[in-house]
């Protein structure tokens, strides 16, 4: 660690296996074992229960798990639902007896319960004198290492200090609406993966530059009622709806506290994971105020970059992310438009950053080379920690680096202001890395952070430890600057 510059907090976050979430279940259907389910078994034994037996099940359930979720019999309730097929035709359910068949499939799932870890932190509302409000996202692994992504809420203060507030008990995945869908997308999209053949184009053709599902629905529909002239017209239709189904929206209750809302897996392309979310406050234009958030989607193959954008973390507006400059992982959006543009880094190679330069927050062509492997401590990859710092002196960019063993630290380049392209300055070696006594954890030697935030002068960086915890540490940005080494 670089001698002096960041002061290490005693703050550490650990993960708290009490907060769950309430899940859809369907026995036979988990990530392992009999690939057909159980649930039409499961649905004839639930309908021929007693009313007794139904009445003493469910106050059983609810004593044990009502103080756990606020909204236990809206959720069992929906469950209940959602598996309304399964049910016979003209079947008369008590209220208690749907409520039981919800609960028969649904079960609770920890969202930190192995690791909470890879924060990124954004100052919000106007600072007062000394204090600054913040929310930082995490990332919290649970069962099966699936990935979602939470928040917490505190302050800094003067002194560089962060005070974390502690975090709601009862839960929320929020309520999901459809997205809104725009043809450059899909064809950037197509476009990587499969080319635009003709019956792409035969849909694309049909639609506008910003369209709903069911427009979409209805040109799939023409393609595969015109299946004959056309060769893929099924994969087509399967590619499209893939495409479609990660632009959604996530509304949590107004009055529900930030730390409660979780963001989980929607999508097939996030099933197994929503990983490293890299927040940024962003204030060029009226249509873009608020925050932006780039993630890594991982379906448990396949990687893919989705961005998000809020004003509030009460709606949330989810979409995909295309183009070459978003392969890969690492995208992280710089906080306001420089010469009219969006601009991002990128580590779209796995191990040197770039930087590229957009229209659109959500299209990403032609990464431009930043800064490769250098240093001893980093030969085997490079990469950005979060969204760059505007100061004074430039664009400061804090930067990961993993070297021998696997060792991940984090250090820092400078970029000019105006041409951001430029790397005007570095660290010659590490800001933070792994301790003494520190380096043992789920994965080891791993100090991570995915987005910093300046406050009176000080640095304030959330970091993973190990992907486990998180820690902080705190430093002047001057005294940061003034140790960095001029890049020729």
């Excluded at 019999?73 to 409520?99: F, I, K, Q």
Aim: charged fraction near 25%.
């Amino acid at each position: 660690m670089t001698e002096g510059l960041l002061r290490r907090s005693t703050t550490t976050l650990l993960p708290d296996s009490s907060r769950t979430l309430m899940h859809l279940f369907i026995a036979g259907q988990e990530d392992f074992g009999s690939p057909s389910g159980r649930a039409g078994a499961v649905m004839d034994r639930a309908l021929h229960l007693s009313e007794a037996e139904v009445r003493e099940q469910l106050s059983l359930v609810t004593a044990t798990f009502g103080p756990r979720h606020r909204d236990l019999n809206y959720w069992l309730e929906v469950h209940a639902n959602r598996m309304a097929t399964r049910m016979p035709r003209r079947v008369a359910l008590s209220r208690d007896r749907l409520l039981l068949i919800g609960a028969l499939f649904t079960n609770e799932v920890t969202v930190e319960g192995a690791s909470l870890t890879n924060p990124s932190i954004v100052l919000v509302g106007e600072p007062g004198a000394d204090d600054a409000r913040f929310v930082m996202s995490v990332r919290g692994i649970g069962e099966g290492h699936r990935s979602s992504i939470g928040f917490r809420t505190g302050h800094i203060d003067r002194w560089g200090e962060v005070h974390v507030d502690t975090p709601a008990t009862e839960l929320t995945p929020g309520l999901q609406a459809e997205g809104h869908l725009h043809k450059r997308t899909f064809a950037g999209l197509l476009d990587r993966h499969e080319g635009l053949d003709d019956d792409a184009r035969s849909v694309l053709d049909g639609l506008s530059d910003q369209f709903t599902v069911a427009e979409l629905d209805h040109q799939i529909g023409r393609l595969i009622r015109d299946r004959e002239t056309y060769r893929n017209a099924d994969d087509t239709a399967h590619r499209f709806r893939m495409i479609a189904e990660r632009s959604y929206s996530i509304a949590f209750p107004d009055d529900s506290d930030v730390s409660s809302r979780v963001l989980w897996p929607r999508s097939a392309a996030e099933w197994r994971g929503m990983e490293d979310l890299r927040l940024v406050s962003f204030g060029s234009t009226e249509r873009d105020f608020g925050y932006f958030g780039t993630y890594t989607a991982f379906d448990g193959h396949h990687i893919a970059q989705q961005m998000l954008h809020t004003r509030d973390f009460v709606c949330f507006d989810v979409f995909p992310v295309t183009g070459a400059a978003s392969r890969g992982k690492g995208l992280a959006l710089f906080p306001r438009l420089v010469g009219g543009k969006y601009v991002a880094l990128s580590r779209h190679d796995g191990e040197s950053n770039y930087i590229a330069f957009s229209e659109h927050p959500e299209s990403w062509e032609k990464p431009i080379p930043l800064q490769s492997p250098e240093h001893s401590w980093e030969v085997l990859q490079v990469g950005n920690c979060g969204s760059p710092i505007e100061t004074e002196h430039g664009w400061l960019v804090l930067t990961h680096a993993v070297g021998p063993m696997r060792c991940y630290t984090i250090s820092a380049i400078l970029l000019d202001i105006d041409d951001p392209t430029r790397v005007i300055a570095h660290l010659e070696h590490p800001l933070i890395e792994p301790l003494d006594g520190e380096r043992d954890g789920y994965v080891p030697n791993v100090v991570y952070s995915c987005g910093a935030v300046v406050h009176r002068g000080n640095l304030i960086v959330p970091f993973g430890i190990n992907d486990e915890s998180i820690g902080f540490a705190h430093g002047s940005v001057n005294d940061i600057i003034s140790a960095m080494r001029p890049s020729g």
